[in-house]
């Protein structure tokens, strides 16, 4: 065998075990029995250090060094890029400081909870403290002289830049400022009723995960309390949850989980269980279950269909008409919380806690500090206070859970899915025709031949562009997002 065969065999198995872990993880948030929860903390750690042992083997740098770069195809050389990287990033952080790292985690993410719930944020600084710390020597470490924040970034995002991000959200934040303005100064659309049964939500989100092409004999769906997708290849699982008064929250939940799952499912199976065999990047990743929830699922034409799927499985819905649940279903209103937040708010969340992790990572803004920076920082972009921390700075797990670096990826995919979405548009001809039909398959198979399928193929970007015809801008999001709410609240 040539070193690169060895090379990918001994890959495949560590790959084929990171898909086990994912496995472990989704049983833990769906089947697992609630007193099984010490035993598999034992099982995660035992084959977490068998994860870590194989990704930082030494063989793994010899093969690397063994095969010469001629007579690679285009494939070869992309999994070997994956590969290097990897072995590179992971070698380079020093194995005391990734478990001292995975431990306070753990225990960070418990006093979240806690503090949380008691709105107490002094409670959290401490553990918050350590982690920026420990984070901030972990990315010292990966970036070896480089940008500390970079070096950080690039775990979900291989080759992003905070300057560039920097350029780009600086571009989107003004028009979304006044585009939030103009549209909450507009009378509300109306509202669904209350009271939507759980076995009606849970056969509808059957109906659309299957109508937007998510393969339900390579995946399933069940319900968890925060929806996610788990899995590459021919195992990609999602889950959703329902509340009675907001069939919305599970329906747009379920496809924003398909996005992310067929990308995973339409990917070239003959990567299947390659480093080429996942979704490129967290960002490309969200642009495909944004795409999905947003554009396709919140447009015009697909909510003419899923309106009247609506009223045949509930009855008097609480609008009268498609107009209406279109209106309902984009509509913009108050808010604290990110998750929670409608198209043209949500990317002014984002804006705000990637300039605050940025400037605590660099040092330059205390821990101390950062609930007052993060409230008078809501204040100006949404234009009321935070009422309680829980809806201010303690909203979400991922600080608490390590993840820097990993907000802005939740609006780059926007913008992405808005590049997408106009070459989509220009190329696919009667788009809306099909979807009021809620045949999404000229939409879902455009985004395959187009991105899809190629998984690690390219770069994050490359493959935007590649899709898209040019180099990623916030331009298209914003157009889209400007005609799309200036149209349905009658904006000047
Ligand atoms: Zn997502």
Redesign the pocket.
Known sequence: MSAYEQLMQFQHDTEALGQVAGRLSWDQETMMPRGAADQREEEVSALEHVLHERRTDPRVGEWLSAIGDDALDPVQTAQLRHIRRRYERATRVPSALAARIARTISRSQVAWVEARAENDVPAFLPKLQEIVTLRREEGAAMADGGDVYDALLDDYEPGAKAADLEAMFGALRPRLVALREAVLSKPMPPQLRDGFDEAGQMKLARLVAKSFGYDLKRGRVDKAVHPFSSGSGDDVRITTRTMPHDPFNCLYSTI?EVG?ASYEQNIDGAYRLTPLGRGVSMGV??SQ?RIYENQLGRSRAFTGWLFARMTETFGDIGVPDADAFYGAANRVHKGYIRTEADEVQYNLHVLLRFDLERALVAGSLDVADLEEAWNSRFEADFGYPVDKPANGVLQDVHWAAGLFGYFPTYTLGNVYAGCLHEAMRRDVTGLDAHLAEGDTSPATGWLRDNLQQFGGLYRPREVIEKASGQPPSEGPLLDYLEAKFGALYGLG
């Open positions: 924003h992310h990743h969200e279950s």
